[in-house]
T-cell receptor, first 117, second 114 residues
């Protein structure tokens, strides 16, 4: 069974600094998707970035980028120039490529990120 | 604005009193699903639906029912709520053409069962 592990329950970063959140996963599939979602205090689940496993190039979205290491089954999120609005719970999630009728995401337990002014 | 709308956002109820959490999406998505989020357990899928009149169980379906009579709506029904169903609930939807299985989430519904 696929699993997603986030080993850092809590992290903090100074405003304008860079922080990296870790995620590892376990799967026997060769094609799949990986996601980072952000959950701010409002509780809304917001997609930050996604990565297709068949793409070697790491995904980037403005200040957010990933380091995707397929062989190591690692998918870390780097936040550059951290802002106060980045403070949130961050979830790593996995989805198989051929999900069939169920597009279920498998979730890590999250990393709570604090941004210090 | 493309969105998934859940209601109510907050609800306190008592054991055994039937309740329904509504979910509606305006993106013409075929796929819809329900998750519950609990501390230490993360998000777990309750039910999902691939299209109208097609629903199936997720990982934790006990105590819940769903229906999909219209493409846009996917209500979650708790026939006889119990305290262990106190949780934060999310509805999500996705287009069949969304190759990356990207889900759009509602804002969440905080349910407390006394």
């Amino acid at each position: 069974a696929q699993t997603v592990t986030q080993s850092q329950p809590e992290m903090s970063v100074q405003e304008a600094e860079t922080v990296t959140l870790s995620c590892t996963y376990d799967t026997s599939e060769s094609d799949y998707y990986l996601f980072w979602y952000k959950q701010p205090p409002s509780r809304q689940m917001i997609l930050v970035i996604r990565q297709e496993a068949y793409k070697q190039q790491n995904a980037t979205e403005n200040r957010f980028s990933v380091n995707f290491q397929k062989a190591a089954k690692s998918f870390s999120l780097k936040i550059s120039d951290s802002q106060l609005g980045d403070a949130a719970m961050y979830f790593c999630a996995y989805s198989p490529y051929n999900a069939g009728n169920n597009r279920k995401l498998i979730w890590g337990l999250g990393t709570s990120l604090a941004v210090n002014p | 604005e493309a969105q998934v709308t859940q209601n109510p956002r907050y609800l306190i109820t008592v054991t055994g009193k039937k309740l329904t959490v509504t979910c509606s999406q305006n993106m013409n998505h075929e796929y819809m699903s329900w998750y519950r989020q609990d501390p230490g357990l993360g998000l777990r899928q309750i039910y999902y639906s691939m299209n109208v009149e097609v629903t199936d169980k997720g990982d934790v379906p006990e105590g819940y029912k769903v229906s999909r009579k219209e493409k846009r709506n996917f209500p979650l029904i708790l026939e006889s709520p119990s305290p262990n169903q106190t949780s934060l609930y999310f509805c999500a939807s996705s287009s069949r053409g969304s190759g990356a299985n990207v889900l759009t989430f509602g804002a969440g519904s905080r349910l407390t069962v006394l």
